[in-house]
Antibody
């Protein structure tokens, strides 16, 4: 079964760090770009970051540039999001997603909740 | 950056009716790299349509996508109870990040 499973979310104070993980199974992970998408409570979807197949190209939405780092370990079929200097407005469910045909996200994880609060 | 504007914000219909959802782009979406997603409460989004009009695997044929350039439409025929959800469009062409629309909430009338 093709699957993405996120972990690492939780409650964290503003200014602190958190690292999210996403483990892939059922497909050749190292042949796909991968992405993180977030959704604040009651809000829409926001594309956070993406990374190419070998990790050499990374892109970020402006609001997280310099604070978040996307990475991957193809040997472990895993995608990561290192989140530093967290802010209250980073509170959201974070999904990892796989872009498939014509770059549409055909596989999504179940999401992991990140709450930034003092 | 391409901005996607979805309308209406909320659509109230009854089961069995037809829903027509709009997604308008601020610039041309090359080669119709436009996707539609459904999100039910508490669930991750699910891909419905890619390439503006191609149905994803296992998506019922009552869902159809159309349009080109800057104007795209998702049509849902004969609404079923499980179709009442939030729908998002996404442009998947202009790098580096593929922006989403703000969503349309399809609710039971």
């Amino acid at each position: 079964e093709v699957q993405l499973v996120e972990s690492g979310g939780g409650l964290v104070q503003p200014g602190r760090s958190l690292r999210l993980s996403c483990t892939a199974s059922g497909f050749r992970f190292n042949t796909y770009w991968m992405s993180w998408v977030r959704q604040a409570p009651g809000k829409g979807l926001e594309y956070v970051a993406n990374i190419n197949t070998d990790g050499g190209e990374k892109n970020y939405v402006d609001s997280v540039k310099g604070r978040f780092t996307i990475s991957r370990d193809n040997a472990k079929n895993s995608l990561y999001l290192q989140m530093d200097s967290l802010r209250v407005d980073d509170t959201a469910v974070y999904y990892c997603a796989r872009p498939g045909r014509l770059w549409a996200f055909d596989i999504w994880g179940h999401g992991t909740m990140v709450t930034v609060s003092s | 950056e391409i901005v996607l504007t979805q309308s209406p914000g909320t659509l109230s219909l009854s089961p069995g009716e037809r829903a027509t959802l709009s997604c308008r782009a601020s610039q041309n979406v090359d080669n119709n790299y436009l996707a539609w997603y459904q999100q039910r409460p508490g669930q991750a989004p699910r891909l419905l349509i890619y390439g503006a009009s191609a149905r994803a695997p296992d998506i019922p044929d009552r869902f159809s996508g159309s349009g080109s350039g800057t104007d795209f439409t998702l049509t849902i025929n004969r609404l079923e109870p499980e179709d009442f959800a939030v729908y998002y469009c996404q442009q998947c062409r202009t790098s580096p990040l593929h922006t989403f629309g703000q969503g349309t909430n399809l609710e039971i009338k």
